[in-house]
């Protein structure tokens, strides 16, 4: 075994040695200072490692696993920055709802992040809105607008057979999910004042998506017929 030491490039490249430090303050692959602790905290950024060595030409055999986020304080190395920054989401509207692509794909990849989560929940409710309007004849909105629709009782739109109880268990969840995510997220800027980020826009959209799929399999009750 040998023992190798690393500077780091926060472009993702390393720089080793054996037996001690690397002496060269630069990126040898891009030209970038190199770094040995943490920009967060200036903390240590763990470099040492052994490994076998080629025989024929001296390097190491098994690089470690470099972390992407402080031990010391959580915060991601310049590295990962750029990764979770760079990352391609262009794939995640295969997975999304059609209608999520439809309302939210060009708000999204505008830098809408807010707007685009804002139209998905605004859809939302208006698709319950008028189905809940069709059965009672009455105009709610937002959270008490879900509780009544999805209530296990007498609902607008069943999402499963309530004469068992795992059916009646199904329809009271999700009745708590589309409350709970018009009241939580419904409008992201209204709410908190901040910026949404793209990562987290993309978890909200992903909520939406999964409630549009219910609404597809919901059947919309026939106007209550009361004396
Ligand atoms: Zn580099
Ligand atoms: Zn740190």
Same mark, same amino acid.
């Given at each position: 075994?040998?023992?190798?030491?690393?500077?780091?490039?926060?472009?993702?490249?390393?720089?080793?040695?054996?037996?001690?430090?690397?002496? +060269?303050?630069?990126?040898?692959?891009?030209?970038?200072?190199?770094?040995?602790?943490?920009?967060?905290?200036?903390?240590?950024?763990? &470099?040492?490692?052994?490994?076998?060595?080629?025989?024929?030409?001296?390097?190491?055999?098994?690089?470690?696993?470099?972390?992407?986020?402080?031990?010391?304080?959580? +915060?991601?190395?310049?590295?990962?920055?750029?990764?979770? @920054?760079?990352?391609?989401? *262009?794939?995640?509207?295969?997975?999304?709802?059609?209608?999520?692509? #439809?309302?939210?794909? *060009?708000?999204?990849?505008?830098?809408?992040?807010?707007? @685009?989560?804002?139209?998905?929940?605004?859809?939302?409710?208006?698709?319950?809105? @008028?189905?809940?309007?069709?059965?009672?004849?009455?105009?709610?909105?937002?959270?008490?607008?879900?509780?009544?629709?999805?209530?296990?009782? &007498?609902?607008?739109?069943?999402? *499963?057979?309530?004469?068992?109880?795992?059916?009646?268990?199904?329809?009271?969840?999700?009745?708590?999910?589309?409350?709970?995510?018009? +009241?939580?997220?419904?409008?992201?800027?209204?709410?908190?004042?901040?910026?949404? *980020?793209?990562?987290?826009?993309?978890?909200?959209?992903?909520?939406? @998506?999964?409630?549009?799929?219910?609404?597809?399999?919901?059947?919309? +009750? #026939?106007?209550?017929?009361?004396?």
């Amino acid at each position: 075994m040998a023992n190798f030491y690393m500077k780091f490039c926060p472009n993702d490249h390393v720089v080793y040695a054996e037996g001690g430090m690397p002496t +060269q303050k630069y990126c040898t692959t891009c030209g970038e200072e190199l770094i040995s602790k943490c920009p967060s905290c200036n903390s240590d950024i763990p &470099n040492y490692f052994e490994s076998r060595k080629y025989f024929t030409n001296n390097t190491p055999v098994n690089f470690p696993r470099k972390n992407d986020f402080c031990i010391q304080c959580g +915060q991601p190395y310049p590295w990962a920055k750029q990764f979770i @920054s760079g990352l391609d989401h *262009s794939g995640i509207w295969e997975l999304m709802h059609p209608t999520i692509t #439809e309302i939210c794909k *060009s708000r999204f990849e505008s830098g809408h992040y807010a707007d @685009s989560v804002e139209a998905a929940f605004k859809e939302i409710n208006a698709i319950v809105k @008028s189905a809940h309007y069709k059965k009672t004849g009455k105009e709610e909105d937002g959270k008490s607008l879900m509780f009544k629709a999805f209530s296990s009782e &007498n609902p607008s739109i069943l999402l *499963s057979k309530l004469d068992m109880v795992t059916g009646r268990n199904i329809q009271e969840g999700y009745m708590y999910l589309f409350a709970g995510s018009i +009241q939580a997220i419904r409008n992201p800027n209204a709410h908190n004042n901040l910026k949404i *980020s793209k990562e987290l826009s993309i978890h909200y959209l992903f909520i939406a @998506s999964l409630l549009f799929k219910m609404l597809d399999k919901g059947i919309i +009750q #026939e106007k209550n017929i009361t004396t």
